[in-house]
């Protein structure tokens, strides 16, 4: 596992949580804002850092060995608040609870330290992570180090990497201590020269690259005064510089494979937070807290060295492990397999390289009950075998039994169904900084256990799938998608890079543009990404109406600045802003992250067992939230282009499939006929709510029929309906009566399904898929109300995703019927798209939807539309 190394400017991050927060003081009276801050910042860090070793750098003292170059260094700084001083010792207990080393030395500053360990960390191949508010730090940024910046407060984050500071500055991150040696440091009091700031600093060390060659070159500068400034005061010059420079070799006498960081201790960390009164951190320890795990008794097995003929039988349960949830790229650390001879734990290389376990794995008559069956077989398919005869995947049907519990750990899978002989991974492997494996007899057991637990909860389940009725839909369904999805995410989608990179540079260039108008119509610059920033400029500077405030003051988010926005210019800029800078960071940086740089294909993981009404989603990355309001979103598609030459992106997409799974399940005739007959159904339901005539439905009343038919879909409320349309909740709540007096079957339905819900418990989709709703007879009325509206929606959704499955299942074995190259590539919502050969265009116009339109027999048609194109954008 990568090494990764976190330094944390502790003095620097105290003061900033210090002034950040409002003076907080617990019941005994100590003051705890910065704690508080600082301990935010903390958990913040190692959740999202993960990191292998730690350390918080403090500074010693007040005087430095910079004091001996220049007595004033740091001179007229005020001093440290009281309030602030009293709370040093508490983070330092903090830290110690926390097992985070921390270190000071004398005569010399916290950045001293931390610019030290960073380089020998980087000799070592370590990821660095710096944390600070002091632009000094930049300095230190390097491929292998990146500086954390803590722009305002504690949670507003800029990371500078050589590229963020060549961007930002236009130098390197070495030419910043020429920068603070020419404009100086007030903060530090650092001199520099008189009269030139950033801009003349940076515009000369673009010419002269240091501080040294400036005040060499001095006859070549421009300018009288710039140039008698540089004359007077070059030695000043030199010295600020020495003085901004970070000593990266300081006599520390501790080395960066001492900072290991094994993790809290919770008992001392949770006497902390109860002194110090931080409730809301006591209830989070609650989540992460270590529990001493019990050991269970001794399991028999035998680990196998060399694989034979006669080690399978007919059936067997076999578990592949492997740490991560990424199996594309996670190692296998070990299998197992149980049948009547006993329980066999295979190790990962002689396995692999045995071709009796290939031939076993690749027969078609040997039966296999697995654990998550996409992924075992990626797993193995990286290792060229094919796995077949998967007759069971306990995942699977775990999640059809209880979609609402869908753990992905083995462990947890198995106690919910009364095996509690398996301990969780976390338990064995750790997890975060300490995942790792342990004692190879440990993990050899844990994973036999799992076979163990697939043997025994396969027959357990099966069980209960028949008794719900729900047999079809997990052998005919779920188990053969589950391959197809493998073959799907292998296969994967190819990414023009180049053009993605383009997009990239057009959005930033773009929001430097929106930047400049915000600025512009604000009369001053702001952190516009700073609610609290935002909120003074539009409701006390520019007057701006306040719609909702909250505890730390005005509301800014969207649906607020929605409401404002025909109140000034600027509100639309900002909401633009905030959707382009979302785009870029979300969709184009991330995608270029998970990009495979030989192929540069994106490989997406489909989750088959996580949403409770069926729906497939993505991961890594998510491709199914690719945002397409926004004409900058749909471009993202462009980037989506064929893996062969000449070939094309087509895609496919119900029309309305949730609306035609309404007049179905409802029955209602008027759904019916509208949908027969092939009626716009908004400018039917227009015509049906407004009493009106086809040519008399103007677009204002389409709008508003469209947002109650989907509204309807989704159990919206008059409040939901008045939101989206910008009406009254009286008017809303008029119009969806008008609704159901028009579709008065569709309204008998909803009632009827609620019922059913509350008599059952659960509601099921046309496929049996169940959803369980024990919160449907709450005593409280927004969680009964909720859990009504779910029970309206469910069937709708969760049919609607077990059609189009049901599709994608007919398609691959129509594709290997005809015998075509054609590919199924991705699944988004209504939408399937391949990658298509040239030749086979017009085979495909046919076959797709014919095949999307016959998945399953409404009392409605299903209605398909296609498009294709040279990129995913023009297949639409």
């Known amino acids: 596992m990568k090494k990764k190394l976190i330094l944390i400017d502790g003095n620097n991050i105290a003061y900033r949580a210090f002034f950040a927060l409002p003076l907080l003081n617990n019941e ?203 004359q007077e005061h070059k030695q000043q010059a030199l010295m600020s510089k020495e003085l901004a420079t970070i000593k990266r070799d300081a006599p520390l006498g501790i080395t960066v494979e001492e900072l290991e960081y094994q993790g809290p201790d919770w008992e001392k960390v949770q006497s902390i937070y109860k002194e110090l009164g931080f409730q809301s951190l006591l209830e989070k320890i609650d989540q992460t807290q270590e529990t001493e795990v019990q050991p269970l008794e001794k399991l028999e097995y035998q680990t196998v060295e060399e694989i034979t003929e006669d080690l399978f039988e007919q059936e067997n349960s076999f578990y592949l492990e492997m740490i991560g949830e990424n199996y594309f790229i996670s190692d296998i650390v070990g299998m197992a397999v149980q049948n009547e001879k006993g329980i066999f734990y295979l190790p990962t290389e002689s396995t692999l390289k045995s071709p009796v376990f290939k031939k076993w794995a690749e027969d078609e008559t040997k039966k296999k009950t697995v654990f998550d069956a996409k992924r075992t077989v990626i797993a193995l398919r990286r290792h060229g075998i094919e796995l077949k005869g998967i007759e069971f995947d306990l995942l699977l049907a775990s999640y059809l039994i209880n979609p609402s519990e869908s753990p992905s750990d083995f462990a947890d899978v198995a106690k919910l169904h009364g095996f509690n002989e398996v301990q969780s991974d976390e338990a064995v492997y750790g997890k975060g900084a300490k995942l790792k494996l342990p004692d190879r007899e440990i993990y050899e057991e844990h994973i036999a256990r799992k076979a163990v637990g697939l043997t025994k909860l396969a027959e357990t389940c099966r069980d209960v799938l028949k008794e719900n009725d729900q047999l079809s839909l997990f052998y005919d369904l779920e188990m053969p998608l589950a391959l197809i999805l493998a073959d799907m995410e292998w296969t994967g989608v190819k990414v023009d890079v180049d053009r993605l990179t383009e997009m990239g540079d057009e959005l930033h260039n773009r929001l430097q543009e929106i930047e400049k108008e915000i600025y512009e119509l604000a009369g001053q610059e702001f952190n516009i990404n700073s609610p609290k920033q935002l909120g003074h400029i539009l409701f006390e500077k520019m007057g701006l109406p306040v719609i909702k405030k909250t505890k730390t003051g005005y509301s800014t988010s969207a649906d607020v600045l929605e409401k404002l926005e025909s109140s000034h210019e600027i509100v639309r800029y900002i909401l633009e802003y905030r959707q382009l800078g979302k785009l870029q960071s979300t969709y184009i940086d991330g995608l270029l992250k998970v990009v495979h740089q030989n192929t540069h294909k994106v490989h997406t993981r489909f989750n088959q067992a996580l949403t409770q009404t069926g729906r497939l989603s993505s991961a890594d990355p998510n491709l199914q939230n690719i945002p397409i309001r926004l004409e900058e979103g749909r471009k993202i598609r462009q980037a989506f282009v064929p893996s062969e030459k000449d070939w094309v992106i087509f895609s496919a997409d119900y029309s309305q499939i949730e609306l035609r799974v309404l007049a179905h399940i409802s029955g209602d005739q008027k759904l019916i006929e509208a949908f027969r007959e092939d009626m716009d159904i908004h400018t039917k339901t227009a015509m049906d709510v407004f009493h009106v005539q086809k040519e008399e439905v103007t677009s204002n009343m389409r709008r ?86 779910t029970a309206m929606n469910t069937p709708i959704q969760g049919s609607a995703a077990d059609i189009i499955k049901k599709a994608m299942i007919d398609m691959a074995e129509r594709l290997k019927k005809e015998q075509l190259k054609s590919r199924m590539l991705l699944q988004v919502h209504d939408e399937l798209i391949f990658e298509v050969p040239p030749d086979e265009i017009e085979t495909m116009k046919k076959i797709v939807p014919d095949v999307m339109e016959h998945a399953v027999e409404l009392k409605v048609p299903l209605k398909v539309d296609y498009a294709y194109g040279p990129t995913w954008y023009d297949a639409k």
């Open 704 to 789: 508003q029929a469209k947002a109650v038919n989907f509204g309807i879909v989704y159990g919206i409320s008059d409040y939901g309906l008045s939101q989206n349309l910008g009406i009254t909740r009286k008017e809303a709540g008029q119009f969806i009566e008008r609704y159901f007096a028009s579709y008065p079957d569709v309204k008998e339905y909803m009632d009827e399904i609620v019922r059913e819900a509350k008599r059952k418990g659960y509601v099921t989709t046309l496929l049996h898929r169940r959803r369980y709703l024990p919160e449907i007879t709450s005593r409280n009325f927004n969680v009964r109300s909720f859990a009504e509206r």
């Open 28 to 230: 005994k009276g100590i003051h705890t804002n910065a704690i508080y801050g600082f301990t935010m910042m903390l958990n913040k860090i190692l959740e999202e850092e993960k990191p292998t070793h730690m350390l918080v750098a403090f500074d010693a003292g007040k005087t430095t060995f910079r004091h001996e170059t220049f007595k004033e260094y740091k001179g007229g700084r005020q001093k440290t608040p009281p309030e602030l001083s009293e709370q040093f010792p508490f983070i330092r207990d903090l830290l110690k609870s926390f097992h985070i080393p921390q270190f000071e030395l004398e005569n010399y500053e916290a950045d001293d330290i931390i610019g030290t360990l960073s380089l020998e960390a980087e000799k070592k191949d370590f990821e660095i992570k710096i944390y600070s508010g002091d632009k000094d730090l930049t300095q230190l940024a390097s491929e292998k180090t990146t500086v954390c910046l803590c722009r305002k407060g504690i949670t507003d984050i800029e990371e500078y990497t050589p590229e963020h500071v060549k961007e930002k500055y236009g130098l390197t991150p070495q030419q910043i201590i020429d920068m603070k040696g020419l404009m100086g440091d007030s903060s530090d009091n650092i001199p520099g020269v008189p009269g030139i700031g950033e801009k003349t600093a940076i515009k000369l060390l673009k010419e002269f690259e240091t501080v040294e060659k400036v005040v060499d070159s001095i006859d070549e500068i421009s300018g009288k005064k710039l140039k008698e400034r540089l």
